[in-house]
């Protein structure tokens, strides 16, 4: 891996997917501008389509900005990618991009060894006993699930465990931005590990046992 971002680690669906989601509109009116650096719409706008091609899209693929304009305090931009046109939101700062969850246009978006995954599924069935055990391991050992509530596969990663999900050692990015812009999260799921990797995307359950130490009795 180099330190650029790797484009082919995130297919175009998952980049632009989010931006569908109707509740992501919810979260972006709770934010408060990071900084008192106001840019004008055009330069909102040329900051959000550049970060999009350099960082996001695989080398050939097309991308434009269609539209920008102010709404409830923060930019609505029409962006065309390829032949699909998707709406999506900055702040007025440009530096928070809304897509699925938000991602900061001021850092580089965190880098994983393996492709981001849409979905996993367990191997097998687990007790709700065992699933409670490892969601409370997981915490006690330090691990950090990192998410929004308009991610569907936070989501889905959460309906895994069931009951136990409460155990599980989330953070809402939505309540807490600070902590999740120090950690550097860039796009959610994002799990962090004792020993300090770091895996995008929905983990099957046996992975994450795996990753943290934490045994499945």
């Not at 969601?135 to 950090?144: F, S």
Request: overall charge negative; aromatic content about 8%.
């Amino acid at each position: 891996m180099t330190e650029k971002t790797n484009k082919n680690l995130i297919p175009i669906a998952i980049v632009v997917a989010g931006v569908l989601i109707a509740g992501a509109v919810l979260f972006i009116n709770q934010q408060k501008t990071a900084s008192s650096e106001i840019l004008s719409s055009q330069q909102a706008g040329e900051k959000t389509i550049n970060f999009i091609k350099e960082n996001l899209l695989p080398e050939g693929t097309t991308a434009s900005l269609i539209s920008i304009v102010e709404e409830s305090g923060i930019y609505k931009i029409q962006l065309k990618i390829e032949d699909q046109e998707y709406p999506s939101y900055v702040t007025k700062d440009g530096k928070l991009l809304f897509p699925d969850g938000w991602i900061n246009l001021d850092e580089e978006i965190p880098v994983t060894e393996e492709p981001v995954v849409e979905a996993e599924l367990p191997e097998k069935e687990y007790s709700e006993e065992i699933l409670e055990i490892l969601a409370k391991c997981l915490d006690e050992k330090g691990a950090k699930f990192y998410g929004t509530p308009t991610c569907p596969y936070c989501t889905g990663q959460k309906e895994m465990f069931g009951q136990a999900a409460e155990y599980l050692p989330y953070v809402d990015c939505t309540e807490k931005r600070d902590e999740c812009e120090a950690a550097n999260v860039g796009g959610v799921p994002d799990w962090r590990f004792p020993d300090g990797s770091q895996q995008l995307g929905m983990l099957t359950i046996e992975k994450l046992a795996e990753l943290s130490g934490c045994e499945l009795k």
